[in-house]
């Protein structure tokens, strides 16, 4: 990426911090004022907000209250940091776990980032289906440009397909905005302020959920292989005494078929000096005396059906 792949990541990441966050938290504000409420912390502390809210959170949850609304959702597009930023937990009585142990902090609407003030805007208020399309493009611009672009760079052709989308959700939103979009269109690179928007835009809680669950997916796998090793290991070490054992019982069977011959010289042809029969004496039945030498010690060292499976083959 060059420097002017840094300027076009710098105009988007001021228009979409310096312009649009602005308008989202606005929107907000204007939304919960509009309904009668006073503040920001009495918002989130409503019913129907930390309700919907706290099921972006957690999954599963059957809550003593309003019951009849609670949500299991595929994906939980609130992280922990954003859960904690907004509410804190009281400890009360009864061992049930909702909405209802939970109270908001005093948090202010300059605290909340466009993906939090956007997924609060989609969730909780009432907006018609223009500013619904508006809302969601503009935080995917965020996340497919912005959030995870780790060389802090913007090519000219992804600049110029993006920007008359960006502006045009932009003054959908507000009109009175496009004074603001021409000035941050014509800005100079400012070194120190593009790194600063750089790790601000950067989607880094969601980086580090993303680190923890490979870390517990690694650990659980590690966790798998420790057994299987474990039960290898054992299996080996079975495998060895086995193995120990059957030479072991093959040596000896081995010995009881050269004493069976030595036995059989003797009543035949006498023992020949090498201790073994003569070959007159195994060529008149070799298969009988091996298979009576093995019989006789199988029956010592090898359970009862594999001496007749043996005698079978």
């Known amino acids: 990426m060059d420097r002017e792949d840094r300027r076009r990541f710098f105009v988007i990441g001021s228009a979409i911090l310096e312009v649009v966050t602005p308008v989202f938290r606005h929107k907000l504000e204007n939304n919960y004022t509009n309904h009668g409420v ?18 972006l959170r957690h999954r599963y949850m ?15 597009p609130i992280n922990y940091c954003q859960w904690d930023l907004l509410y804190t937990e009281n400890p009360g ?3 049930h776990y909702c909405y209802c142990k939970y109270t908001a902090k005093s948090v202010k609407l300059e605290d909340l980032d466009i993906t939090l003030a956007g997924l609060i805007l989609l969730n909780c208020c009432t907006l018609g289906p223009a ?7 503009l935080r995917q611009y965020k996340n497919d440009y912005l959030s995870h672009n780790t060389k802090c760079g913007i090519t000219k052709p992804e600049y110029d397909a993006l920007w008359p989308h960006l502006t045009n959700f932009i003054l959908q939103l507000d009109p009175s905005r496009q004074d603001d979009i021409v000035r941050i ?3 100079p690179m400012d070194e120190s302020l593009c790194t600063k928007y750089f790790i601000d835009l950067l989607d880094v809680h969601k980086q580090l959920d993303q680190i923890a669950i490979t870390v517990q997916e690694l650990n659980s796998t590690f966790q798998t292989l420790s057994t299987t090793v474990h039960g290898l290991n054992t299996s080996l070490q079975g495998i060895g005494w086995n193995i120990h ?7 000896t069977t081995l010995q009881g078929i050269q004493t069976t011959m030595d036995s059989l010289a003797k009543r035949n042809c006498g023992p020949s000096k090498s201790g073994l029969l003569p070959i007159a004496t195994l060529a008149i039945s070799p298969a ?18 594999f001496v007749d499976c043996m005698r079978k083959r």
């Open 38 to 55: 006073a503040c920001f912390k009495d918002y989130l502390n409503s019913q129907p907000v930390v309700h919907t809210l706290f099921h």
């Open 62 to 76: 059957k809550c003593c209250k309003d019951n009849g609304n609670c949500r299991s959702n595929p994906t939980l």
């Open 93 to 95: 009585p009864g061992q």
């Open 131 to 137: 500013e619904q399309q508006a809302i969601k493009m």
């Open 185 to 187: 269109k014509k800005r």
């Open 245 to 251: 054992g059957s030479f072991q019982g093959v040596n």
């Open 288 to 305: 009988i005396v091996l298979q009576e030498a093995w019989d006789d010690q199988a029956k010592q060292t090898q359970p009862a059906c």
